[in-house]
């Protein structure tokens, strides 16, 4: 019967290591019973044959399973196999782009009768913000902006 674990230890110099199993007890590992040897690091997810040798618990036919499936968005969790599509683009936002969206309409009147624009910013003065949409197989669209993400490192992982 397989079972899942986590790596929890690697001794690269040594070749074994220790996997975490779903029991939450510790089994020892060498590199020789791993399938795919080269993605074997810390914390990463593998599927093994459990087994006992003469120190204790151990593990053969181990397999390390690729990077996460997931990927996190601004806290959220996104599943690598149900993005669609993903676009990274720039639109025009005013600097000044502090406005309570709920009284937009109010406060816009408001600044025009009885605020001076300040120095710095211009009044309609525009920034070019980079954004990134993905669209899931769901048919969601989920936007963020730079200011909330890092885009090209989000955009790397979704490359994968």
């Given at each position: 019967?397989?079972?899942?674990?986590?790596?929890?230890?690697?001794?690269?110099?040594?070749?074994?290591?220790?996997?975490?199993?779903?029991?939450?007890?510790?089994?020892?590992?060498h590199v020789i019973k791993v399938a795919n040897p080269e993605l074997i690091k810390k914390d990463?997810?593998?599927?093994?044959?459990?087994?006992?040798?003469?120190?204790?618990?151990?593990?053969?036919?181990?397999?390390?399973?690729?990077?996460?499936?997931?990927?996190?968005?601004?806290?959220?969790?996104?599943?690598?196999s149900s993005i669609k599509t993903y676009l990274v683009y720039s639109e025009e936002e005013p600097?000044?782009?502090?406005?309570?969206?709920?009284?937009?309409?109010?406060?816009?009147?408001?600044?025009?009768?009885?605020?001076?624009?300040?120095?710095?910013?211009?009044?309609?003065?525009?920034?070019?913000?980079?954004?990134?949409?993905?669209?899931?197989?769901?048919?969601?669209?989920?936007?963020?902006?730079?200011?909330?993400?890092?885009?090209?490192?989000?955009?790397?992982?979704?490359?994968?």
């Open positions: 019967m397989a079972m899942n674990g986590t790596i929890t230890t690697w001794f690269e110099d040594k070749g074994f290591g220790f996997i975490k199993d779903e029991n939450g007890d510790n089994r020892y590992f990463a997810a593998v599927t093994f044959q459990p087994t006992t040798n003469t120190k204790g618990l151990s593990a053969f036919a181990v397999k390390v399973l690729p990077e996460s499936k997931y990927i996190y968005i601004a806290g959220e969790r996104l599943k690598l600097v000044d782009n502090k406005i309570d969206k709920e009284n937009a309409v109010l406060s816009v009147g408001l600044l025009m009768n009885s605020i001076r624009p300040k120095a710095t910013a211009k009044a309609g003065e525009m920034r070019s913000v980079k954004k990134l949409a993905i669209t899931t197989f769901q048919k969601k669209t989920l936007i963020y902006s730079e200011d909330e993400i890092d885009i090209e490192e989000t955009v790397k992982m979704l490359k994968l």
